[in-house]
């Protein structure tokens, strides 16, 4: 039994306190800090071992008061004991007062029945009745001042502690001078131990300070990544706005060259009209020599100067067709990254908008495939134009996508995939990510949707699952908190909820899914594809 019992104690703690990496990222440098069993161990033990004695330290606190106020009960007891003794002696003194005012009265009876005895007013035999009975009441009023002089003696040695009341008192109250001694020592060890917790609260604070500094570090970073992401915001503006004008700088040329294409007919026109009335305008054939020679002069300056304009246009468009391609390649190689085909997302957009059409375009153009019919030019600006819808629907979906963790800060503690169950040891299939992060720690939404779940799932815990379209979908679960209602829409990086632990958990951590057609896929892939985006 002893055996099995070190076995199970060893195995629980191999459990509870396993090598755990903490990871401090400063200014792009990544530092490793890794805490193993025994000095986890031995940091559960001291603080243990901290409760424990401050524990023991309150009871003991609190017992002492129970006790003082025991012996402050007993003190109170003798104190109204020693009151209600007045209280008798007073009562004593005052029969006494009457004992003697009865004697008083009755020799001043015996004085007048003596008088009247001389004026020969009373019988003799009434009077020595009468003495004799005087004399028996006499003897009972001494009885009774004698047991009032005892019971005042009595009080007065219980009074002045000579009686068993008196020695009780004093004993009580040696007693509670020695709890009075034993209390204050103890006063004094409670005080010791709370320096040495005062000291170790310095200490913890001086760590709190010197990860404040680091979460500082860390906050800077964040903000120069946002920055930078702001000027690639604002580059993305001007591509755009370069787009739009170079569209508009497009529709010029081509009415230009319509223009052109005008004026070359009317000149053509005039030729004719020129070659036609020739015969009879022999006489003045020398001007229309140099008239027709200054014609074909302007037609041919117009042909060169519409075949350059012709070059220029077709060198912007195939440096906008090698850009848009290149930007292409990179959203496709993301999202086939993340393990989806991006033919299908686009498939399932155009059907969600109600329609597709559009010219077909080869994966790599001029390597066959282009219609022979239409002009390079105009295939050309075809081209380019297909490209950018592509792109455009591309750059949609890759919006709609989960390419982001759900957390901020977080330490991967398992992956996706067959792994050993923290619970019974046992081999099992994990169909997503744990995200470890710091207590209190915000979920966030990893793309926009709409929320199709928000509460309480079985094993999960506190879960949300978010609906991104396109077939997938995101879930997060064991939260604390719960923030957002079935049928609310969220935006990227919205608070889903606050971390925590509920459901089958072993501890505080963020379980993250994603569903595509309702199949468990990796969400490392769709993190990693999100990286090689935000880094293109």
């Known amino acids: 039994m002893q055996r099995q019992a070190e076995s199970r104690l060893r195995a629980f703690l191999r459990r509870s306190f396993v090598e755990r990496e903490f990871y401090l990222r400063v200014d792009g440098r990544v530092r490793y800090l890794r805490l193993g069993s025994k000095i986890q161990i031995c940091a559960a033990a001291i603080l243990v071992a901290a409760g424990l004695w401050v524990t023991y330290a309150s009871v003991k606190t609190v017992l002492y008061a129970s006790i003082v106020d025991s012996k402050d009960r007993q003190i109170e007891q003798s104190r109204l004991a020693y009151v209600d003794l007045l209280q008798q002696i007073n009562d004593y003194h005052a029969q006494y007062a009457r004992v003697i005012e009865s004697l008083e009265d009755n020799q001043a009876f015996l004085l007048n029945l003596m008088e009247d005895e001389r004026a020969g007013g009373l019988d003799k035999a009434e009077i020595e009745r009468r003495v004799v009975r005087s004399n028996a009441a006499r003897d009972r009023i001494v009885a009774a001042r004698r047991d009032i002089d005892q019971q005042l003696r009595q009080a007065l040695r219980d009074a002045t502690g000579e009686g068993e009341v008196g020695a009780r008192i004093k004993d009580q109250i040696a007693q509670i001078r020695s709890l009075l001694e034993v209390t204050e020592a103890e006063r004094a060890q409670i005080k010791k131990a709370r320096d040495r917790i005062a000291d170790r609260l310095s200490s913890v604070e001086a760590d709190l300070e010197s990860t404040e500094d680091s979460k500082r570090g860390l906050e800077a970073t964040v903000s120069r990544l946002q920055s930078e992401l702001g000027k690639t915001k604002a580059d993305r503006t001007q591509l755009s706005a370069a787009q739009l004008a170079l569209s508009v700088q497009m529709g010029r040329l081509q009415a230009n060259l319509l223009n052109a294409r005008e004026r070359e007919a009317q000149l053509e026109g005039e030729v004719l009209d020129l070659e036609a009335n020739l015969d009879e305008a022999m006489v003045l054939g020398s001007d229309l020599t ?32 090698t850009q848009t391609r290149e930007s292409i390649g990179i959203l496709e190689s993301a999202i086939e990254t993340a393990g989806l085909n991006p033919d299908k997302l686009l498939a399932r957009m155009y059907t969600a908008t109600g329609g597709q059409g559009g010219p077909f375009l080869p994966a790599e153009p001029g390597q066959g495939g282009e219609v022979a019919d239409h002009p390079p030019q105009e295939f050309s600006i075809a081209s380019l134009d297909a490209y950018m819808n592509r792109w455009e629907a ?12 759900p957390v901020d800060d977080y330490r991967l ?45 079985g094993r999960y815990g506190r ?19 719960i923030y957002v209602k079935v049928g609310q829409t969220v935006a990227f990086r919205d608070k889903l909820g606050m971390q925590g632990s509920s459901g089958r958990s072993t501890g505080p951590h963020v379980h993250y899914e994603i569903l595509v057609d309702g199949k468990a896929v990796d969400p490392m892939n769709f993190i990693k594809a999100g990286r090689n985006v935000f880094k293109g």
């Not at 074909?296 to 246009?313: D, H, I, K």
């Not at 710091?438 to 509460?455: F, H, M, N």
């Open 290 to 321: 140099q008239e027709r020679d200054q014609l074909l002069g302007q037609v041919t300056g117009l042909e060169a100067r519409l075949v350059s304009l012709q070059e220029n246009q077709h060198g912007v468009v195939a440096r906008l067709t």
């Open 413 to 457: 503690t398992s992956r996706f995939g067959v792994r050993r169950d923290p619970i019974n040891g046992r081999r099992a299939r994990h169909n997503g990510l744990d995200f470890a992060a710091p207590v209190g720690a915000d979920v966030l939404a990893t793309a926009p949707g709409k929320v199709v779940y928000a509460g309480w799932y």
């Open 394 to 405: 591309l750059q949609q979906v890759m919006a709609a996508l989960p390419l982001a963790a």
């Open 463 to 481: 879960m949300v699952e978010v609906d991104h379209g396109y077939g997938v979908r995101t879930r997060v679960a064991h939260m604390r908190k």
